[in-house]
């Protein structure tokens, strides 16, 4: 039976309408004109499914409809090539589809290209060069730690001179050459990468304004590498590639592309508060000035008083700013206490909240556009299996992309499992896919790799008696008594001798057998692969082998007992595993270890802002601190000792700057260097660096991560309750809750910062 079935001519109807009999009088050709006419994909190579499909013709072609049974039976079977000539459609459809569930979204550049295999592979290829990706920036990041400052014109091993003079971190240096030589392996694996979106976006790719950029860093670092490797820019006091190293996490990630984005867009928030605080502090300082000037020293002119106030709007210099000013007179404490009241815990909050609060209106912007280019990838999978243009798709080719999908994503059993993804999709119940419905593909398989299809066979097994036992808690107290007193014995065994220590030691093989039992019996009773599933009962199997193997080498080495201790050391560690004995404590951990790889764009950005700061004064201060500098004579910098924080490499600088983020006594460093410089200029650098790393960015990072984490919490809660109850009502039985063991527990395996982002944008 031919794809498109001859139609006899059409006549209109009275009011307009076409009979729909009368429709099928139109020639076959004449209908294959008018669809490749229609039809704007390019002509592309058909190419199989990896499983070829076959079933029967199906009822619905013959003009009579079966019942529902039938129905689905005649879905199962999938569609037959003979009469569905659309692979090729359908493995685009799939590739879509795939990338639009992993938060990747095939451009329509990769489906129109002249070569769709090609372009689909180096995609593909593209994405996974990401952990490439990651590793070339984290070299680039930690390359200047074994660099040789700017500042320091001497060579290897002491380029910067006498060691004991000047205080540099004390990591080794590495040489010029050699560090161009890692600098120049990364950028061949970016321009590598570059390269790949070049080719499968083709002409694509001027077009967008992130490619340009990335061309053009490249290009910088080239002619930077190149400058260096000509020795023009190998000692000099400024290294513009050390700039250039940050910006390529920000061009090149777009995680943290998205963060920077989202941060330059609420600048001017930022700038509004800012202007709110500088003139609260100006008319402070001018009051404090009128009021203090002739009493206190820290008030005494107008340039005093406003640096004061400015530092102890961070409260790192109270209350020792103004003790004197309250000695002299009881009523300043009045004019503090409200300057602090205004200041810090109103504006200071203030600016948290209206920073954060636009930051979270970024993420709901990012959000949408994620959900279009996600419905953007579904449409255009729904228009290239649409080819009749009818606004609905059957349930063979549904079948089609549903095996094809299995191609890109495992999802076990798929072909059986086919007929349930289908009606679940299928809410009208036509049998008919329509444009609506095909939107929620993504939520449906994802619903369905979600759920294991061996989880009822696992609760099938839990609920044997001699099962049972294993999970009992008393069983599983009596475990962790016995691995407490193994950690105790092992303990004591080091701090005693003679034959009390003989004693511990065959205590201590004793317990090893006793663990090995355990082993025995829960493998026995759950099965290798589950009993291997769980990482503790996989760590506590791999070190019962070993304290089993120095039991039997020690009837003929003595010296491999004392062993023995050390492993049964190591085993005590499992103790930390106690956290899951309380189910909150637990729900805490997994969530903590599930937010922090999502919110890692936000905290690498929090680290290149510090970078930033940090290889920017060490070309400005860099050798300034040195032993014997009559400059900071006197300093309370040099008082208290923090010499060793400064900016004479990179290493130093960084460290640097975690203080200046803790703010408690930041006031010192910055006194300090402009004891240094000779200049009270130098103060603006430390000034910026407080209100752009600690106030802006480190506010929005503290921020993003507590209600990431609380939001997390909340979802895994109702993910915990939803589980207790289906557990309660699959097993007719009340759950145990007094204590805290063997309650059903499932949260999301890996969590991207973009489905972060949903979660937060849901919520509020």
Not at 223 to 250: C, T, V, W
Not at 428 to 450: M, P, T, Y
Not at 628 to 640: H, M, Q, R, S
């Amino acid at each position: 039976m031919p794809f498109f079935r001859p139609l006899p001519k059409a006549s209109p109807e009275p009011g307009g309408k076409v009979n729909r009999s009368a429709k099928r009088a139109f020639g076959r050709d004449v209908m294959r004109k008018k669809f490749l006419r229609r039809n704007t994909l390019p002509e592309i190579q058909e190419e199989g499914l990896l499983t070829p499909l076959h079933r029967p013709p199906s009822y619905s072609e013959c003009g009579f409809y079966p019942p529902n049974s039938k129905r689905v039976r005649d879905i199962e079977a999938g569609p037959d090539p003979h009469y569905h000539p659309l692979h090729s459609n359908v493995e685009m459809a799939a590739a879509l589809v795939d990338q639009a569930m992993q938060g990747r979204f095939l451009p329509l550049a990769v489906v129109y290209h002249r070569d769709y295999d090609g372009a689909k592979r180096g995609f593909i290829l593209y994405h996974r060069l990401f952990h490439a990706r990651a590793l070339v920036y984290v070299i680039l990041m930690f390359l200047p730690f074994f660099e040789i400052p700017a500042w320091c014109n001497g060579k290897l091993p002491n380029p910067c001179g006498e060691p004991k003079k000047y205080l540099l971190s004390g990591l080794p240096y590495i040489h010029p050459h050699v560090s161009l030589v890692i600098e120049t392996c990364c950028v061949l694996v970016l321009a590598w990468s570059v390269a790949l979106q070049r080719y499968f976006l083709g002409s694509k790719f001027w077009q967008n304004q992130h490619s340009v950029y990335k061309m053009a860093l490249l290009l910088a670092m080239c002619i930077s590498i190149s400058a260096s490797s000509l020795g023009i820019a190998e000692y000099q006091d400024i290294k513009i590639s050390m700039y250039l190293r940050i910006l390529i996490p920000i061009t090149f990630s777009r995680a943290i592309r998205g963060c920077f984005r989202r941060t330059v867009l609420i600048v001017h928030t930022f700038m509004d508060i800012t202007g709110l605080v500088v003139i609260f502090v100006m008319l402070s300082a001018w009051l404090a000035t009128t009021f203090f000037s002739e009493s206190t020293l820290e008030f005494k002119d107008y340039g005093t008083s406003l640096l004061n106030l400015f530092v102890l709007l961070t409260t790192a210099n109270n209350p020792s700013v103004w003790s004197t000013a309250y000695r002299t007179n009881r009523l300043a404490f009045f004019f503090f206490s409200t300057y602090l009241l205004v200041g810090f815990f109103f504006l200071m909050n203030l600016a948290f909240s209206v920073i954060y609060s636009n930051y979270k209106a970024q993420m709901a912007v990012e959000v949408a556009k994620r959900t279009t280019a996600r419905q953007g990838n579904l449409k255009a999978a729904f228009s290239l299996l649409d080819v009749r243009h009818q606004e609905w798709i059957d349930g063979a080719t549904m079948i089609a992309l549903f095996l094809a999908i299995g191609r890109y994503r495992h999802i076990s059993d798929i072909r059986a499992r086919t007929s349930h993804l289908f009606l679940a999709l299928n809410r009208r119940g036509d049998f008919k896919i329509w444009s609506d419905e095909f939107e929620e593909l993504c939520d449906v398989i994802a619903k369905e790799v979600e759920s294991p299809p061996d989880l009822f066979q696992s609760r099938r097994r839990m609920s044997k008696n001699e099962m049972q036992f294993v999970t009992h808690p008393v069983y599983t107290y009596v475990t962790w008594a016995l691995t407490l007193g193994s950690l105790a014995a092992a303990i004591t065994q080091l701090n005693v001798g003679g034959s009390a220590q003989v004693l511990l030691l065959s205590i201590e093989f004793l317990f090893g057998w006793v663990f090995a039992m355990d082993a025995l019996l829960k493998v026995y009773l759950q099965g290798w692969k589950s009993y291997w599933s769980s990482t503790l009962n996989a760590f506590d199997f791999v070190v019962t082998l070993l304290i089993l193997a120095l039991h039997f080498i020690s009837f003929f080495n003595e010296n491999a007992r004392p062993w023995v201790t050390y492993l049964l050391l190591v085993r005590g560690l499992r103790t930390f595993a106690l956290v899951s004995l309380i189910t909150r404590w637990r729900l805490m951990v997994q969530t903590l270890i599930i937010v922090i790889p999502a919110t890692a764009p936000i905290l690498a950005l929090q680290f290149l802002v510090c970078s930033m700061f940090s290889v920017l004064g060490m070309h400005l201060f860099g050798g300034l601190v040195y032993e014997g500098n009559y400059a900071l004579a006197g300093t309370e910098y040099l008082t208290l000792g923090f010499e060793a924080f400064n900016y004479n490499d990179y290493a130093s600088a960084m460290a640097t700057s975690f203080n200046l983020c803790v703010v408690n006594k930041w006031y010192v460093i910055m006194d300090g260097y402009a004891a240094a410089t000779n200049s009270r200029w130098s103060r603006i650098y430390f000034m910026t660096f407080w209100a752009i790393a600690v106030v802006f960015t480190l506010n929005v990072v503290v921020a993003f991560f507590t209600e990431a984490l609380t939001c997390q919490m909340e979802k895994a809660e109702r993910i915990r309750a939803r589980e207790m109850r289906r557990n309660q009502e699959e097993t007719s039985a009340p759950v145990r809750r007094r204590s805290g063991l063997n309650l059903p527990f499932r949260v999301t395996r890996s969590l991207s910062y973009y489905d972060l982002y949903e979660d937060i944008v849901k919520k509020t």
